[in-house]
C-alpha cells in the first residue's frame, strides 16, 4: 500500500487542523492505520491509531481529547483531527499502516510509511 500525508501547515496556538492520509494499491481496510509524529531533535513518536473498521482507537495521552483519528474506508482515507494546537505539537507526521488487527503502538508495529507533513505551531 502507499501512502500519502497532506494538510499540514503553519497554524497559531490554540487553532484546529485536519491531516489527511490518502492510501493507494492494496485494499484500505485491511489495515490498522496509525499517526506517528517526529519533532525538531527528537524520536518520532507515536500519535493515534485505529482499527481496520474504525470501531476502535487509541491515543497518546499528550494529545488524548485533543486529537481525534478517523477513517473512511470508502475513500480510502484516514485523518487525524487536531484542535487546541500547542507549540509543542510541531512536528512532522506521518502515516503508516500495519497488517492484522492488533492496533499498534510503536514503529516497528508498522509496515508501510507515508511521507509526512509538516505541522507548524506558533505561539
Known amino acids: 500500500v502507499q501512502l500519502q500525508a497532506f494538510g499540514g501547515g503553519l497554524v497559531q496556538a490554540g487553532d484546529s487542523r485536519r491531516l489527511s492520509c490518502a492510501a493507494s494499491?492494496?485494499?484500505?481496510?485491511?489495515?490498522?492505520m496509525g499517526w506517528f509524529r517526529r519533532a525538531p531533535g527528537k524520536e518520532r513518536e507515536f500519535v493515534a491509531v485505529?482499527?481496520?473498521?474504525?470501531?476502535?482507537?487509541d491515543y497518546a495521552d499528550s494529545v488524548k481529547g485533543r486529537f481525534s483519528i478517523s477513517r473512511d474506508n470508502a475513500k480510502n482515507t484516514m485523518y487525524l483531527q487536531m484542535n487546541s494546537l500547542k507549540p509543542e505539537d510541531t512536528a512532522v507526521y506521518y502515516c503508516a499502516a500495519r497488517s492484522g488487527t492488533w492496533l499498534g503502538n510503536r514503529e516497528d508495529h508498522y509496515d508501510y510509511w507515508g511521507q509526512g507533513t509538516l505541522v507548524t505551531v506558533s505561539s
Open positions: 494499491g492494496r485494499t484500505f481496510s485491511t489495515y490498522v
Open positions: 485505529i482499527s481496520r473498521s474504525g470501531g476502535s482507537t
